[in-house]
Structure formats: C-alpha cells, structure tokens
C-alpha cells in the first residue's frame, strides 16, 4: 500500500463545474495536509495547507480533511481550462516536521 | 508565497560529466532546503534535506557521494550530480521551507538534466 494515494485520472469536467479530487493516506499520525498544482514540465507550487478536520476554502479552492477516515480532497469551483493540470497532494510524515509523501497526482482536463 | 529560484533551468551533458545546480531563496532565509527528483508521468521522491551549516540527511537508496549537497548560506543549496549517467537524468527539484515554525514548503522552478 502507498502511503499516499491519488486516482490518477483523467479528471474531466466541462468549463464552470466543480472539480473533486481525492486523495487517501495510511500514515495515521500525519498532521499536516497540502495541495499542489503542477503544470507539466513545470514544478509544483502551492494551492492550500490543511492541518484541521473539517473544510478550507480559499478563494475557487476548498481543502477538505476527515483525519477519521484518513481522507483528505480538493474542490475546485467554477472551473477553468487554466485549472488543467496535474495536482499533487502531500502528506507529512508523522513524527517528521521534514519529511512529506506526495501522490501520484490526479491529472485534471477542463473542457472548454 | 515564497520565492525559490534555480539555476540552470536546462542542462545537457555528456556521460561522466558532473553537473551542479543552484537553488536560491530570494526573499527569505531557508535553513532547511530540500532536493526532489520527478521522473515522467511519476510523483516527486525526496532525495535528500538540506540543512545550512550542516551535512546533508539522504534518503534511503540516495547516493551520498553521486548527489552532493552544499548548503552554505540561508539562501543558497547546491546539488552536484557527479560522473553523471543517462538513467541520471531527470527533473530535479528544490524547495525551502519558510521558517522553523512551518511545516510549508516552497518549490522552485526545477532543473531537467538531460545525459547524453
């Protein structure tokens, strides 16, 4: 099992919907929770950071963490084809300040 | 956010070349840096923490004295790949964290090496 798991896609959505993205993780001590996006050939840069249960938003984003369920997702409302990339969600190793698990990403389209 | 710079953003070489590349923080002090490595289509994999002032922490099945990291000042990580080989060639990534009170990092640009 990964530690963190990510449906790799592709996620399409026409241009104005929602986007969800999943993402689970095994480590039950994980405490800090974030999203990237990474455009290709580019590196990733951050979205958002979660550390508590319950939702997020900023701005079209909302993070949401059921540290339950080990589940932490991303929406992305009122999307547009500049959201098509590939986001990463990243995990941090418990007991580690350092050290993060990223996921495969999900690769997103949004059709115009 | 934070801004993270690299240098070079491209390299090509020949095979047994060593090649090094820089990672900056421009407006912030980074004691702590990390080094990436993105294969395609694969997720990044951690390949060693940068801590200035001190010897690098590898992560298993990193070569130590193939990847040698320099960090020398609050701003600037090096990363030299050694005798450099074609299944070496990847993206290779940095990031800083911003302060010792977070646990948030921010990337830079990347450098793809490419090894003839």
């Known amino acids: 099992q990964k530690e963190v798991e990510q449906n790799s896609g592709p996620l399409s959505v026409p241009e104005g919907a929602i986007a969800s993205l999943n993402c689970t993780y095994s480590?039950?001590?994980?405490?800090?929770f974030f999203w990237y996006r990474q455009y290709s050939g580019k590196s990733p840069e951050l979205i958002m950071s979660i550390y508590s249960n319950g939702d997020k938003e900023d701005g079209r984003f909302t993070a949401q963490l059921n540290k339950a369920s080990q589940y932490v997702s991303l929406l992305i409302r009122d999307s547009q084809p500049s959201d098509s990339a590939t986001y990463l969600c990243a995990v941090n190793i418990a007991g580690n300040f350092n050290k993060f698990y990223f996921g495969s990403g999900t690769k997103l389209n949004v059709k115009p | 956010g934070a801004v993270v710079s690299q240098h070079p953003s491209w390299v090509i070489c020949k095979s047994g070349t060593s090649v090094k590349i820089e990672c900056r923080s421009l407006?912030?002090?980074?004691?702590?840096m990390f080094w990436y490595r993105q294969f395609p289509k694969q997720s990044l994999m951690l390949m060693a923490t940068?801590?200035?002032?001190?010897?690098?922490?590898?992560e298993q099945g990193v070569e130590k004295d193939k990847f040698l990291i320099n960090h020398a000042s609050l701003t600037l990580s090096t990363l030299t790949v050694t005798s450099a080989h074609p299944e070496d060639s990847s993206f290779y990534i940095c990031s800083a964290r911003v302060g010792a009170e977070t646990d948030t990092q921010y990337f830079g640009p990347g450098t793809r090496l490419t090894v003839l």
């Open positions: 407006d912030f002090q980074a004691t702590t």
């Open positions: 480590d039950r001590g994980s405490q800090s």
């Open positions: 940068s801590n200035e002032g001190s010897k690098a922490t590898y």
